[in-house]
């Protein structure tokens, strides 16, 4: 499985993006999908999760009420919905996918990683 993470950029305090997850080389359909990230200085955190096919969602709890999780199974790709951006959710953002249905927390529990698409939060 190849993941391919994009829709990061350059945004100001109090505004979205869209991030896309698109899977290739096998359907992902049963496979559940995380978003994590990794801040400048710090170390790789959860952000969301969302199972296959799409039954049970996780949010950080910095994230919720702000980013909404989910997938279209048609087109293999997850999405990640930010919205009310923080400077604080700066970092480098990964989707990962893991070959088991449930929508777990930890990094370790998912065997294939995109390359990070970075977003940039102003104040």
């Known amino acids: 499985v190849q993941l391919q993470a994009s829709g990061g950029g350059l945004v100001q305090a109090g505004g979205s993006l869209r991030l896309s997850c698109a899977a290739s080389?096998?359907?992902?359909?049963?496979?559940?999908v995380g978003w994590f990230r990794r801040a400048p200085g710090k170390e790789r955190e959860f952000v969301a999760a969302i199972s296959g096919p799409g039954g049970t969602i996780q949010f950080a709890d910095s994230v919720k009420g702000r980013f909404t999780i989910s997938r279209d199974n048609a087109k293999n790709t997850v999405y990640l919905q930010t919205s009310s951006l923080k400077p604080e959710d700066t970092a480098v953002y990964y989707c990962?996918?893991?070959?088991?249905?449930?929508?777990?927390?930890?990094?370790?529990?998912?065997?294939?990683w995109g390359q990070g698409t970075l977003v940039t939060v102003s104040s």
């Open positions: 990962a996918a893991r070959d088991g249905a449930g929508a777990r927390k930890e990094g370790r529990e998912y065997a294939y």
């Open positions: 080389g096998r359907t992902v359909t049963w496979f559940a």
